[in-house]
């Protein structure tokens, strides 16, 4: 049977553009569709922004530091539309680059929701077309968990609007203790914010060396955010245009932002994968061999939507390596041991291998 493409993308992220360009720069016939733009959470709503919002709360930092060094700067003050507009500015452009790639590689890309029909056949939801592939890859990433048994939790946001702020808020709430709320809680305090952060456990960054976690933790208290732990939220109430969110440990605090940063979930609710036949795990995550290979031999994923190490150099390798061994007759399969991790706290934490309890 002859398909309209040798290979289907659905995402154009860090791992489904490294996929498609290196497939189609081999010579296969290539799509890849991409509902919101071209990037992915890194690009669009993940590390590059996030590093230069640390980046911003980091300078009102050193101004302090600066006094003693000798340095006198007067009337310093931060603008908050002024940055979010050259943000997004940078993040277009990159956005933009990445959508070119795609486009010079010799791929289509299609602005448009794509979803199974069949194992070979997808629907493009706002043009109403349709497509078959010999072979397709799921590439959709991860988003924010919304703890639904949470009483009020449509009067929180998460990581995703962080970045379009219209204002920078006197007082957030930041529910959780892995990277995402470490990192915001940093950076909301050095842009001024009063920052209380709530996490369920002991010690922030669970799974992280204990000399790490505990120093870490004392950073974020040292710049003024308070910790509240062995907490978990019960109920947030809308007074006014502020927020109070109630604790398991009877404890409520009041703000003027509630986030929530509890964890990510693979992106595959609505793509129609059991009309593919894909399997997913109790997650909602789909299941792949070494070689990103679902239960259906034509059908890969890759990234995030994975749920195995949600990074984007990791998605990067992971799409390269499909593409090495479908189109280029390079067989490889990457190898997810030893996989360095950073978190843009402040200070920036680094690892690679074992931790000391592993050890």
Request: proline share 3%.
């Amino acid at each position: 049977m002859a398909y309209d493409y040798d290979l289907f993308v659905i995402g154009a992220g860090s791992g489904g553009v490294r996929a498609s360009r290196l497939a189609a720069m081999s010579g296969a016939k290539v799509a890849v569709a991409e509902e919101d733009r071209s990037g992915g959470t890194c690009v669009i709503r993940g590390c590059i922004p996030k590093k230069y919002m640390v980046y911003a709360s980091e300078f009102g930092r050193s101004l302090k530091h600066m006094e003693g060094y000798g340095w006198k700067i007067e009337n310093a003050s931060y603008d908050h539309n002024l940055f979010m507009d050259k943000m997004h500015r940078e993040i277009d452009r990159l956005s933009g680059i990445y959508a070119r790639n795609v486009k010079n590689a010799g791929a289509e890309l299609i602005d448009d929701r794509a979803e199974f029909v069949d194992a070979h056949t997808l629907t493009l939801k706002k043009s109403g077309r349709t497509v078959t592939a010999g072979k397709i890859l799921i590439a959709t990433g991860g988003w924010p968990v919304m703890p639904k048994e949470v009483e009020g939790i449509e009067h929180a946001i998460t990581s995703a609007e962080m970045f379009h702020l219209e204002q920078l808020p006197k007082h957030i709430l930041i529910v959780g203790g892995g990277y995402i709320a470490v990192e915001f809680a940093g950076i909301m305090s050095g842009l001024g914010s009063t920052v209380c952060l709530v996490y369920r456990g002991n010690t922030v960054l669970r799974g992280f060396d204990d000399d790490v976690r505990t120093h870490v933790h004392d950073e974020l208290k040292r710049k003024d955010v308070k910790v509240i732990t062995n907490a978990s939220p019960v109920r947030i109430e809308k007074a006014g245009d502020e927020f109070t969110t109630h604790f398991s440990n009877k404890e409520s605090v009041t703000a003027d932002k509630v986030l929530f940063a509890v964890g990510r979930e693979p992106h595959t609710n609505g793509l129609g994968l059991e009309k593919a036949g894909v399997k997913l795990n109790d997650k909602g995550a789909v299941i792949v061999d070494e070689h990103s290979r679902t239960n259906i031999p034509h059908i890969f994923a890759v990234g995030d939507v994975t749920d195995r190490i949600n990074l984007t150099p990791v998605a990067i390798r992971e799409g390269q390596a499909f593409a090495q061994s479908e189109f280029m007759n390079l067989p490889t399969a990457f190898d997810h041991a030893n996989v360095p991790h950073a978190v843009f706290a402040q200070p920036p934490v680094g690892v690679v291998g074992l931790s000391e309890a592993e050890a």
